[in-house]
């Protein structure tokens, strides 16, 4: 434009100068245009009208999104809720099961306690009717020895008032028979009938002599029955004795395996009271672990709520306070464009008076080349076309 043209016209410095500052001014009016048009009213409300509807769509999908986060809280609520009585129920189950089965553990318990104490009630009264069976036949024996002392006494009696016969000639070492002794005559007294026995009878060596061979007879008799008594003794106490270790080997079987059955009972009863600690143990660290996860789930939906919460409450802080940023924006615009404008008015008067103070230069110079006439008329016509131009513009 008019700077161009003077550029065109002139290779001066001065001009060069005048042209870049002419450039800058053209710009900084444009953008003030530019800011000045973008600021005003119109296109503020334009754009809020063209905005209302995507603020619309906006709260339509933030409250949306609520009511889903709403639904999605409640329903994990409710999972967490029908979770944790499900595991309620299954620990109450549990527990009934461990308390029945704890009941005919205890019940079995006391049978095999009452059948424990049987035994040994049976035991003892084998042992008792044992020890009085050894008692009795004790008493047997020793009745036996004192009717079998009796009885020989007796036969040692009966033989001797049988071999001795009265008379004086009897030879010695004989015996006559007649085994009745004589009644004791009339007219004598027990004394001297005892005297005429007595004096009737053989002498005690001789007796002696003659009974020596009876007694040992009677006496290896008598080894013999005690030595036969003692075989029986022997082979009694032998039977009785295994008898009694048998019963103590089959009462040591019984025990030994009832213990190793009480044992294994136990043992299964532990391993199975042990894999219900576990199981339990994993199931309430597997719930505690839910919870903590349901409760992180629930904190997270809270901040998050509380996030959107403090976004929509920005938001329509924003969307109340923007009539008032806008009418403060455009009136801080309309004074900035006031004050580009005078501003601009002012260079532009600057720039004028250059060009004006320029144009009289360049006429002062034409006509002090066509009054001296030492120019070619080539650059003469130049410069005049230029000045042209520059008027007309």
């Given at each position: 434009?008019?700077?161009?043209?003077?550029?065109?016209?002139?290779?001066?410095?001065?001009?060069?100068?005048?042209?870049?500052?002419?450039?800058?001014?053209?710009?900084?009016?444009?953008?003030?245009?530019?800011?000045?048009?973008?600021?005003?009213?119109?296109?503020?409300?334009?754009?809020?009208?063209?905005?209302?509807?995507?603020?619309?769509?906006?709260?339509?999908?933030?409250?949306?999104?609520?009511?889903?986060?709403?639904?999605?809280?409640?329903?994990?609520?409710?999972?967490?809720?029908?979770?944790?009585?499900?595991?309620?129920?299954?620990?109450?189950?549990?527990?009934?099961?461990?308390?029945?089965?704890?009941?005919?553990?205890?019940?079995?318990?006391?049978?095999?306690?009452?059948?424990?104490?049987?035994?040994?009630?049976?035991?003892?009264?084998?042992?008792?009717?044992?020890?009085?069976?050894?008692?009795?036949?004790?008493?047997?024996?020793?009745?036996?020895?004192?009717?079998?002392?009796?009885?020989?006494?007796?036969?040692?009696?009966?033989?001797?008032?049988?071999?001795?016969?009265?008379?004086?000639?009897?030879?010695?070492?004989?015996?006559?028979?007649?085994?009745?002794?004589?009644?004791?005559?009339?007219?004598?007294?027990?004394?001297?009938?005892?005297?005429?026995?007595?004096?009737?009878?053989?002498?005690?060596?001789?007796?002696?002599?003659?009974?020596?061979?009876?007694?040992?007879?009677?006496?290896?008799?008598?080894?013999?029955?005690?030595?036969?008594?003692?075989?029986?003794?022997?082979?009694?106490?032998?039977?009785?004795?295994?008898?009694?270790?048998?019963?103590?080997?089959?009462?040591?079987?019984?025990?030994?395996?009832?213990?190793?059955?009480?044992?294994?009972?136990?043992?299964?009863?532990?391993?199975?009271?042990?894999?219900?600690?576990?199981?339990?143990?994993?199931?309430?660290?597997?719930?505690?672990?839910?919870?903590?996860?349901?409760?992180?789930?629930?904190?997270?939906?809270?901040?998050?709520?509380?996030?959107?919460?403090?976004?929509?409450?920005?938001?329509?802080?924003?969307?109340?306070?923007?009539?008032?940023?806008?009418?403060?924006?455009?009136?801080?615009?309309?004074?900035?464009?006031?004050?580009?404008?005078a501003l601009k008015r002012e260079?532009?008067?600057?720039?004028?008076?250059?060009?004006?103070?320029?144009?009289?230069?360049?006429?002062?110079?034409?006509i002090a080349a066509r009054a001296?006439?030492?120019?070619?008329?080539?650059?003469?016509?130049?410069?005049?076309?230029?000045l042209d131009d520059l008027v007309?513009?």
């Open positions: 434009m008019p700077s161009n043209q003077v550029s065109t016209g002139s290779s001066m410095d001065t001009t060069s100068n005048d042209k870049k500052l002419s450039n800058h001014m053209s710009r900084r009016f444009e953008a003030a245009l530019i800011a000045i048009g973008e600021s005003s009213g119109n296109r503020a409300r334009v754009e809020a009208a063209h905005l209302q509807g995507y603020y619309a769509r906006g709260l339509h999908n933030a409250e949306k999104a609520q009511m889903d986060l709403l639904s999605a809280q409640q329903s994990l609520q409710d999972a967490h809720k029908n979770f944790r009585k499900e595991r309620l129920d299954q620990m109450s189950a549990n527990r009934n099961l461990k308390s029945l089965q704890k009941s005919e553990d205890l019940v079995e318990h006391h049978t095999l306690m009452r059948q424990k104490d049987e035994l040994t009630r049976v035991a003892l009264r084998n042992e008792l009717a044992i020890s009085e069976t050894k008692r009795l036949r004790r008493e047997l024996d020793r009745r036996q020895a004192a009717t079998d002392l009796n009885s020989g006494v007796d036969n040692f009696e009966l033989n001797l008032r049988r071999l001795v016969r009265p008379g004086d000639k009897a030879k010695e070492g004989e015996m006559g028979g007649g085994e009745d002794t004589p009644p004791m005559p009339a007219g004598r007294t027990p004394l001297e009938h005892m005297d005429l026995m007595k004096s009737r009878a053989p002498a005690n060596a001789n007796l002696l002599a003659m009974s020596q061979p009876y007694l040992k007879s009677i006496h290896a008799a008598r080894i013999e029955e005690l030595d036969a008594r003692r075989e029986r003794e022997a082979r009694r106490t032998k039977v009785i004795v295994e008898q009694q270790k048998g019963l103590k080997d089959a009462e040591e079987k019984s025990a030994a395996a009832a213990l190793v059955e009480r044992l294994a009972k136990e043992g299964e009863m532990e391993r199975r009271q042990a894999a219900e600690l576990w199981r339990r143990e994993g199931d309430e660290k597997r719930v505690d672990e839910e919870e903590r996860l349901a409760r992180e789930k629930e904190y997270q939906i809270v901040r998050a709520r509380e996030w959107d919460d403090s976004i929509r409450r920005d938001a329509e802080r924003l969307l109340a306070t923007k009539d008032e940023r806008m009418a403060a924006a455009a009136l801080a615009a309309a004074e900035n464009a006031k004050r580009k404008a260079k532009s008067r600057l720039f004028a008076e250059k060009v004006v103070v320029q144009l009289i230069q360049i006429a002062e110079r034409l001296n006439k030492r120019r070619s008329k080539s650059p003469g016509c130049r410069i005049a076309s230029g007309k513009e």
